[in-house]
């Protein structure tokens, strides 16, 4: 089966850095690669972007700016966006497309703080050769075939819509599949998590070495893989991750109506893309909203009931240091935080999905009734360094704080030797269960918290 790839090069504008790696493409791997560009928008050619590429020999002086669905009936192999935005917002590609990030630097963003022409002009010419290197080591056309990915065998995403997200340059022969995507938790979490792992076999060049505590958060250049239900839900491998989730009872109808009406009318006059300042002042607004509800008591607060928030805590314990590791959890009158890394081959939704659909059932059971117990999703974040697992840990152990719970009212635990020095109140729970305990929790669709605030400022 001979032919060449269809690779799709999207960002926001299709004003530079996507044109830039469509014009390397066809100058370095035309035998092998038909290559595209597009926008999820369409801001016209960038002057500056034309002027470097026609330096470095490469003439894209005849390219246009071109909106995403004008490529619409064209099959694509894969489909690389090259900016965050256009990553955040991609749009679905039928069929065997696979979708992956590649993040580059954005040139005219970066220029404006440019004193000199010359200046502003470095700034494209050292996206223009990272692209250059990224693109020179794509897929090469091999007999019977082009090269792809390893079978995602691995990931255990029930519908991905597409797949990775290296921000990487690929290793010879290929598009690897990276690792999975233990990537971001909560995108404001009440309590978050973030974790970076180095790329697995067959992924990117240079890695962190798989012993370093670097590995144990989220690596910027490793691949991210990514699936969504109602949330997006990302991960990296075996870093650390914050996943929070809540009652089903816990936010009431009506006050969610009147939150979404305020969010709609905001959303209205601060389109995306957001700068950082705006995205803060978003969660600010929003997730703050929901945490109080959430602390306030709302909904009937079963896990206050120490019988119960055992269950969960039992069901913490039952697979940890085997599925993964646990650093530290709390169990709220109607609410979850979980801070942990992942082992190998466990993925993120099914070990999420495991903890729900059996203590769902337990508690069910305990109570002798039916009936949705948690959230339909659930909320992650990858851990980016030590300062953000310290902040998640410091937000799990002050929420009961926070809430103003009697020690009885909730189940905390802290892994010793590692986050806080000074907890001021930790009920740290070392036992396994006992004997007769879980049975292996089946696996149940994990979802997340709407918005839960963000723990750091800075977002990944």
């Known amino acids: 089966m001979g032919g060449k790839i269809k690779i799709l090069f999207l960002c926001t504008g299709n004003s530079c850095r996507s044109q830039m790696a469509e014009g390397w493409c066809r100058q370095l791997k035309a035998d092998s690669i038909d290559a595209y560009s597009a926008g999820i928008e369409t801001h016209g050619l960038n002057p500056n972007a034309v002027k470097v590429m026609a330096e470095a020999g490469v003439d894209i002086s005849g390219h246009r700016s071109k909106h995403v669905d004008e490529l619409k009936d064209v099959n694509f192999d894969y489909v690389i966006t090259v900016c965050g935005h256009a990553d955040e917002n991609c749009p679905l590609f039928p069929g065997k497309a696979k979708v992956l990030h590649v993040g580059f630097d954005d040139p005219p963003e970066l220029a404006r703080s440019a004193k000199t022409e010359k200046e502003a002009l470095d700034h494209y010419r050292r996206v223009r050769d990272q692209i250059r290197d990224f693109v020179a080591k794509l897929p090469l056309l091999k007999e019977g075939g082009h090269s792809c990915p390893p079978a995602e065998e691995e990931r255990g995403l029930e519908n991905p819509r597409s797949v990775i997200s290296p921000n990487a340059i690929p290793t010879e022969g290929g598009l690897s599949s990276p690792p999975v995507r233990k990537e ?267 918005n839960p605030r963000s723990v750091e400022k800075k977002q990944i």
């Open 184 to 450: 971001r938790g909560l995108e404001n979490p009440r309590s978050v998590i973030n974790s970076i792992s180095p790329a697995t076999e067959g992924g990117f060049s240079n890695p962190p070495c798989k012993d370093s505590s670097y590995s144990k958060f989220y690596n910027p250049f490793s691949p991210v893989e990514r699936s969504k239900h109602h949330l997006p839900h990302r991960q990296q491998g075996t870093i650390y991750y914050f996943v929070s989730w809540h009652m089903a009872d816990s936010l009431p109808a009506e006050k969610l109506s009147r939150l979404d009406k305020e969010r709609d009318f905001w959303l209205s006059s601060h389109p995306k893309p957001w700068d950082e300042k705006t995205e803060e002042e978003y969660h600010d607004r929003f997730s703050r909203a929901i945490d109080a509800i959430l602390d306030a008591g709302s909904g009937s607060c079963l896990l206050k009931n120490p019988e119960l928030s055992r269950i969960l805590s039992d069901a913490f314990f039952h697979f940890n240091s085997r599925r993964y590791e646990i650093e530290s959890f709390v169990v709220m009158p109607n609410h979850v935080h979980v801070l942990f890394s992942i082992i190998k081959p466990y993925k993120l939704e099914q070990i999420v999905k495991s903890w729900k659909g059996f203590t769902a059932r337990s508690i069910n059971n305990e109570l002798e009734k039916k009936g949705e117990l948690w959230q339909d999703d659930y909320w992650d974040r990858m851990i980016r360094s030590e300062k953000h697992f310290r902040k998640c840990k410091e937000y799990i152990n002050e929420n009961p704080q926070k809430a103003r719970l009697r020690e009885e009212e909730y189940f905390l635990y802290n892994k010793e030797g590692r986050g806080l020095e000074n907890p001021r109140s930790v009920i740290s729970p070392n036992a396994i269960p006992k004997e007769g305990g879980l049975s292996s929790p089946p696996a149940e669709k994990g979802r997340g918290l709407e």
